[in-house]
C-alpha cells in the first residue's frame, strides 16, 4: 500500500504491494480473497484511516492490524527486508532482446493489442497466479503495465511466489512511448479460403 519506488527500496517478505490511489479499491477486490486477514504497512495515520475505509466499503472487514510508523518502524527493529528491483525504460530497451530477459505485459487484452514492447508475454496481472507455471524462475522477469501501478503489483505478487529474479519498470508503457521506442501491434488481416468464408489470421508488426 504504499508507493512502487518505495516498495522497490525495501518491504516485509512476502507482501502484496497495492498502492493507495484511486483505483485501489478496485485492485483490492481483483487480487485480495476477503476471508484472509489483512494487515497493512502505510506510511501515515491518515493513510490506515484512508484505507480502512475503502476496505469497508468494500466488504473487506477482516483487518487485524497495521504498521506503527510504516516500513521505518520494521527497519529499525532489524526485521528482515526484501528489495525489488527497477528498470527504466531505457533498461528494458537495452534488455528486451536478452535471452534470459522476459518482458512481461500485465495489461488488459485490448490495451495489449493495440500496442506492447516487441517480445513481450502477456498476461493480465488478476490472473497471474493461474500462469505463474508459464515463467521460468531462472529468467530475469520485467513487469510493465500502463503507468507502473499495476506492474509493481505483479512484481510483488511474483516474488511472493518464489520468482528472485523480478523487475518493475517505473512509467511503464507511458514512459516507453514518450521515449519514442519500438512498439509491435497485433493486426488483424482475413484470408480468403473459399467464396463467401473468412478466416481470421493473427499477425505481429513491430512499428518503430
Known amino acids: 500500500m504504499i ?11 512476502g507482501a502484496i504491494n497495492i498502492a493507495l490511489r484511486p483505483e485501489f479499491p478496485n485492485w483490492i477486490g481483483w487480487m485480495i480473497d476477503p476471508e484472509k486477514k489483512i494487515l497493512m504497512v502505510l506510511e501515515s495515520e491518515r493513510g490506515v484511516s484512508l484505507a480502512s475505509q475503502q476496505l469497508f466499503r468494500i466488504g473487506y472487514d477482516n483487518i487485524v492490524g497495521y504498521l506503527h510508523d510504516g516500513m521505518t518502524s520494521w527497519q529499525d527493529a532489524g526485521k528482515p ?3 525489488l528491483g527497477e528498470w527504466t525504460v531505457q533498461e528494458l530497451n537495452q534488455q528486451k532482446d536478452n535471452p534470459d530477459v522476459t518482458v512481461l505485459d500485465v495489461r488488459g487484452d485490448d490495451e495489449f493489442k493495440n500496442g506492447n514492447v516487441p517480445g513481450a508475454k502477456h498476461i493480465y496481472v488478476p490472473h497471474l497466479e493461474e500462469h ?3 515463467l521460468d524462475k531462472n529468467q530475469t522477469i520485467a513487469t510493465y503495465c500502463g503507468s507502473g501501478y499495476r506492474a509493481s503489483i505483479a512484481a510483488s505478487l511474483l516474488q511472493k511466489h518464489g520468482f528472485e529474479k523480478v523487475v518493475n519498470v517505473p512509467g511503464s508503457w507511458n514512459a516507453w512511448i514518450a521515449a519514442k521506442f519500438p512498439i509491435e501491434k497485433i493486426t488483424k488481416t482475413f484470408l480468403t479460403r473459399r467464396e463467401n468464408s473468412r478466416q481470421s489470421d493473427d499477425k505481429l508488426t513491430t512499428l518503430t
Open 3 to 13: 508507493p512502487a519506488l518505495f516498495f522497490g527500496g525495501g518491504h516485509i517478505p
Open 81 to 83: 527486508l526484501k528489495h
Open 132 to 134: 505463474l507455471d508459464e
